[in-house]
C-alpha cells in the first residue's frame, strides 16, 4: 500500500491523563525537560525539578539507571509533593524492563525505548522473519507485568523511539530510516493495545531536523492507518547549544506544529534544562499564529514528498544552492502558507523568500526552515536593507541545520542528563571553539551509550562519555582512542583529525 501524502495533516491525539496534567486532544500543547542530576542525590534533583518546575514545566522526566534510582524516585516525589509541586514527573528507562516495573508506581509517566528494550539474539544484526518474531514476542511477554502495574497505578508511558538507538532487529528489515523509527513505534504500541492499554504517548527523535519531521509526519499518518490516536512528543535530540540548538529545535518542532501535529514538546539543549522551557514555550507560542490552511498544505504535499526529501526542480535543473541574494523578485513571507501558494502555483520556478520585517526574525526563519527542509526554496533576501552579521549568520545556521548548504562543521551534543558522567557543556564549547572553522566536518559529543553509538554512526569523529571525567574517541563510527581524560580529549581529538587529513588551521 503506497501511504498518502496529505491525509496525516488530519491526525487528532486523544487527551491522555499524566497524574495532574492532561495531554494531547484539545489541551494545550505541553512543556517537558529532564533533570542532568544524579538521580540518588535527592536534594539536588529535587531543587532542579523544582527550578524547571518554575521556569513552566508541565513534566520533568529523571533517569532511572537501576532499581536503586527507580526506588529513590518515591523520595523525590514525595518531598516535592511536600514543596507543593505536583506536577507529574518521568522516569527515562532504557535496557531493563526490570527499572521499568520498579519506577512505574513511583511516578506518573515512564519512558521506554524499543531500541534497547529487548535482545534475544546479541550480537546478531541478519534476522530471519521467525527471529524477528520471536524477538517481538519476547517484547510483549516482559511487557505485560509492566502494563498491569501502571493500570494499577494509572501511569502512563512513552514509547521513546530514537533515530540513533533502533535495535537491531529493525534495522535488519527497515535500516536506519524514518520508516524503521515509525514502524518500531508501531510494533510496540500494538503490544499495548494487545492488552488494552491506552494511556501512551509516541516520540519520533533524531538529531538530524528532516529525518526528525519525515518519522513524525508519516506517524501520523501510520497511526491513522491503524486506527490508533495516541498523542505525539515532539523534539529534535541532540539539538545542541547556543544559536544552532535553538534554530534546529524550532524547525524541526515548528514545521510540525504549524501542521498541527505535536502534543508536547523538548527543546533538548546541551545546557541547563531549566533553560529549555522558554525556548520552547518560544515555538510553541510563534507556531499558534502560524497554522497551515490544511487545504492548500494538501495540494503542496501532492507535489512533494513529506516522507523524505525531494530536491527542487529549479535547483535540480541549475544546480546552485541556496543563499542570500539581493533584488526584488521574492515572495514576501509572513506565514507558511505563503510559501505553499507560490510553490503550488509555480512549481518549477526559482523561490526566494523574503524578509519584510513584519514578522519577527526567529518566526521567519522558522517558517523558511520548514519549506527548506522539504526542498523547497532557492534563496532568501530581505527588504530595503542588508541583513545584519547576526541574521547572516542565523540563515546560514538555518540553511545548514536543513542541510541545504553547509558553511561550518556540524556539531551534535545530547542535552546530558543523571547518564552523562563529565561536563559536557564546557567541553561541547571548547569542542566547537577549535573546529567550527572547518567544513563538511561532523563531530558529535555524546553523554553517554544510550544515543551515543548511534550518533556516531553518522558523524566524522566522536567523543563519547566512557567513565568518570573520561571519554572515548570515535572515527567513522568505531571506537579508536579510549578512556581519554576530559582535559586531553580536544587535542587528542585535533591529532586523529589531523592524522586522518582532516584538520586545518584558520
Not at 511477554?141 to 502512563?156: D, S, V
Not at 527542487?312 to 539581493?326: G, L, Q, Y
Not at 522558522?366 to 547576526?390: K, P
Amino acid at each position: 500500500m503506497q501511504t498518502n501524502r496529505s491525509s496525516w495533516l488530519s491526525f487528532v491525539s486523544r487527551p491522555v491523563q499524566i497524574g495532574t496534567v492532561a495531554f494531547g486532544g484539545s489541551n494545550p500543547v505541553r512543556l517537558q525537560s529532564m533533570c542532568n542530576t544524579d538521580t540518588m542525590n535527592t536534594e539536588v534533583t529535587v531543587n532542579q525539578c523544582i527550578q524547571i518546575f518554575n521556569a513552566g514545566a508541565h513534566l520533568v522526566r529523571i533517569t532511572a539507571r537501576n532499581i536503586s534510582e527507580a526506588k529513590n524516585l518515591s523520595k523525590i516525589r514525595h518531598q516535592l509533593n511536600e514543596a507543593g509541586y505536583t506536577r507529574p514527573l518521568a522516569a527515562d528507562i532504557h535496557f531493563n524492563p526490570e527499572i521499568a516495573s520498579a519506577a512505574a508506581s513511583r511516578v506518573e509517566k515512564i519512558r521506554i525505548n524499543p531500541g534497547n528494550f529487548v535482545h534475544i539474539f546479541p550480537g546478531k544484526t541478519d534476522y530471519s522473519e521467525t527471529e524477528y518474531q520471536q524477538e517481538l514476542d519476547e517484547a510483549g511477554r516482559i511487557l505485560k507485568p509492566i502494563i498491569a502495574i501502571c493500570k494499577e497505578h494509572k501511569t502512563a508511558v512513552r514509547i521513546g523511539i530514537n533515530h540513533g538507538s533502533l535495535s537491531k532487529r529493525v534495522l535488519s528489515k527497515y535500516g536506519d530510516t524514518p520508516k524503521g523509527m515509525v514502524e518500531s513505534a508501531i510494533e510496540y504500541i500494538r503490544l499495548f493495545a494487545d492488552e488494552d492499554f491506552h494511556n501512551l504517548l509516541v516520540s519520533m527523535k533524531s538529531s538530524d531536523v528532516r529525518t526528525m519531521i519525515w518519522a513524525n509526519r508519516l506517524l501520523a499518518q501510520r497511526m491513522m492507518e491503524e486506527s490508533f490516536n495516541y498523542p505525539i512528543h515532539l523534539g529534535v535530540t541532540e539539538a545542541g547549544a547556543g544559536e544552532d540548538g535553538r534554530i534546529k529545535s524550532a524547525i524541526g518542532i515548528g514545521s510540525l506544529l504549524m501542521d498541527g501535529i505535536g502534543d508536547t514538546v523538548r527543546v533538548s539543549l546541551t545546557e541547563a534544562p531549566e533553560k529549555e522551557i522558554p525556548v520552547a514555550a518560544q515555538i510553541v507560542d510563534s507556531s499558534k499564529k502560524l497554522i497551515s490552511d490544511s487545504r492548500l498544505s494538501s495540494k503542496y504535499f501532492s507535489k512533494i514528498s513529506p516522507y523524505a526529501f525531494e530536491l527542487n526542480a529549479f535547483e535540480k535543473k541549475n544546480n546552485v544552492t541556496p543563499d542570500i541574494v539581493s533584488g526584488n523578485a521574492a515572495v514576501s513571507i509572513l506565514h507558511p502558507d505563503d510559501i505553499r501558494k507560490a510553490f503550488v502555483k509555480k512549481p518549477e520556478s526559482e523561490l526566494i523568500f523574503k524578509y519584510t520585517g513584519k514578522s519577527g526574525f526567529n518566526e521567519f526563519l522558522m517558517v523558511c526552515g520548514s519549506a527548506f527542509a522539504d526542498g523547497i526554496g532557492n534563496g532568501i533576501s530581505c527588504a530595503n536593507r542588508i541583513f545584519t552579521n547576526n541574521e547572516q549568520r542565523q540563515i546560514y545556521m538555518m540553511l545548514q541545520s536543513t542541510r541545504r548548504k553547509i558553511s561550518t562543521a556540524e556539531f551534535i551534543s545530547c542535552p546530558s542528563c543523571g547518564r552523562t558522567e563529565f561536563d559536557i557543556e564546557s567541553l561541547l564549547n571548547e569542542v566547537k571553539s577549535r573546529f567550527e572553522h572547518l567544513k563538511d566536518i561532523s563531530i558529535a559529543v555524546m553523554g553517554c551509550i544510550v544515543n551515543g553509538p548511534g550518533e556516531m554512526r553518522g558523524a566524522n569523529y566522536g567523543i563519547l562519555g566512557s567513565a568518570p571525567n573520561k571519554v572515548h574517541l570515535y572515527y567513522k563510527g568505531e571506537s579508536v582512542r579510549k578512556n581519554i581524560d576530559q582535559k586531553e580529549a580536544v587535542d587528542t581529538l585535533q591529532k586523529l583529525m589531523t592524522e586522518k587529513g582532516d584538520f586545518k588551521n584558520d
